[in-house]
């Protein structure tokens, strides 16, 4: 082919190149024939694994076990719109895909080589059941509309759902365990996957600098909030209290109140009246803003929430704060203490609850004796 300026140019174009976008340059920004760059695609594997964040997060561990299974795979993720940042920088991904309607059909006209349908979900298992792979793990879904396990391997994780003796009395695996199970994957103790980005531990660093915030001192961060969905996981505002003048006298700690937007009037609350100063991190920080906040923690004081994931993934030390849900089936590598009161009604999974004893029996001092085995 020639411009009008007769120089020759070429219509060759590598779309069988793993680096190739079609729409714009690939990241090398070079012309395809004579590219040095050139990566043909390994093993095409597809993760189906959306909703819940923390959920997300603590199934990245997958990403060791299929590279071992898989070697030279070339790994799709597809996850949630929200959850596309958390998921972008982490090298062993190499394409991440929003869960939209533009996503479905792309997918479904491609062919893989294995899928991991690893959400319970009668949307997302039916993706896995229509894209086009010779091996499926996990979970698919039947004639019926059910839910179902695709191999024997997952049918654990499958009747844990629909078992209450099984999931709240009987079960001791975690589930990075039983995740990979359910993959028919090794599992080696493999860890959290998550690359926090440099600008965000620069505005940390920002943040530590314009608040003047004393060094030699543990720094703590209090995790105030406990999502919407689970209300029960609230531990009580004047736990958080006393914990706060019990870290200032006892440990004589720079305390930082974490939280989303659902707690701007508690951590405001908190600062008002904790008797004692601390630092409000805010409640508008992106979700890797609030990550590279994490990251400058010596510890952090949670309950079974997104930021007990982030902060494990992050290798920061935590106490978290066990109630309605199962402290078994978390997976702290040794850098948590789990705290649960073991109450007659617990874990019960429930939403709401008008008494939540489970929560309240867990006391600030209990709190302040994990932190020091910790620190």
């Known amino acids: 082919m020639w411009h009008k300026g007769r120089v020759k140019i070429s219509t060759l174009v590598r779309a069988d190149c793993a680096h190739f976008k079609g729409e714009k340059p690939c990241k090398f920004k070079r012309v395809c024939d004579g590219c040095p760059e050139f990566k043909a695609f390994g093993p095409k594997i597809l993760v189906i694994k959306c909703r819940a964040q923390g959920d997300v997060l603590r199934t990245t561990p997958v990403l060791s076990g299929i590279r071992r ?14 959850t596309v940042d958390l998921l972008k920088p982490i090298p062993q991904i190499d394409r991440v895909l929003p869960l939209d309607a533009e996503t479905w059909p792309a997918l479904q006209a ?3 080589d294995a899928v991991y349908s690893l959400d319970k979900d009668p949307g997302l298992t039916a993706l896995a059941a229509l894209v086009q792979a010779p091996r499926k793990y996990g979970f698919t879904i039947n004639a019926h509309g059910n839910i179902e396990s695709l191999t024997p391997a997952a049918a654990y994780s499958l009747r844990l759902g629909v078992d209450d003796e099984l999931k709240f009395k009987v079960n001791q695996k975690t589930y990075q365990q039983m995740i990979f199970e359910a993959a028919e994957l090794d599992w080696r103790g493999d ?7 440099e600008a965000a531990r620069a505005k940390a660093a920002a943040f530590f600098k314009a608040k003047r915030v004393p060094k030699g001192r543990p720094n703590i961060g209090l995790n105030t909030g406990a999502g919407a969905k689970f209300t029960t996981k609230q531990w009580p505002e004047a736990h958080f209290r006393k ?15 974490l939280g989303g937007r659902r707690e701007r009037d508690l951590n405001k609350r908190l ?6 100063p601390v630092f409000d991190t805010g409640t508008d920080n992106s979700l890797l803003d609030f990550a590279g906040l994490l990251d400058r923690m010596d510890a952090v004081v949670c309950s079974d929430t997104l930021a007990m994931h982030i902060a494990l993934a992050l290798k920061r030390k935590a106490v ?3 109630g309605p849900t199962c402290p078994q089936e978390i997976e702290t590598y040794g850098r948590g203490i789990k705290l649960f009161a073991g ?4 874990p019960c999974y429930r939403q709401t609850c008008p008494d939540p004893v489970c ?7 209990e709190v302040l004796k994990a932190l020091r085995q910790l620190l």
């Open 320 to 322: 978290i704060l066990f």
């Open 271 to 276: 600062a008002a009246k904790a008797g004692a």
């Open 359 to 365: 929560m309240e029996s867990i006391r600030p001092e």
């Open 343 to 346: 109450a007659a009604c617990a």
């Open 191 to 197: 860890d959290y996957v998550f690359v926090l980005p």
């Open 243 to 257: 914990l706060i003048k019990l870290l200032k006298r006892e440990l004589k700690a720079n305390v930082f109140l």
């Open 69 to 82: 299974k898989h070697p030279g795979a070339f790994i799709t993720w597809v996850v949630d719109a929200e």
């Open 110 to 112: 491609q062919r893989f």
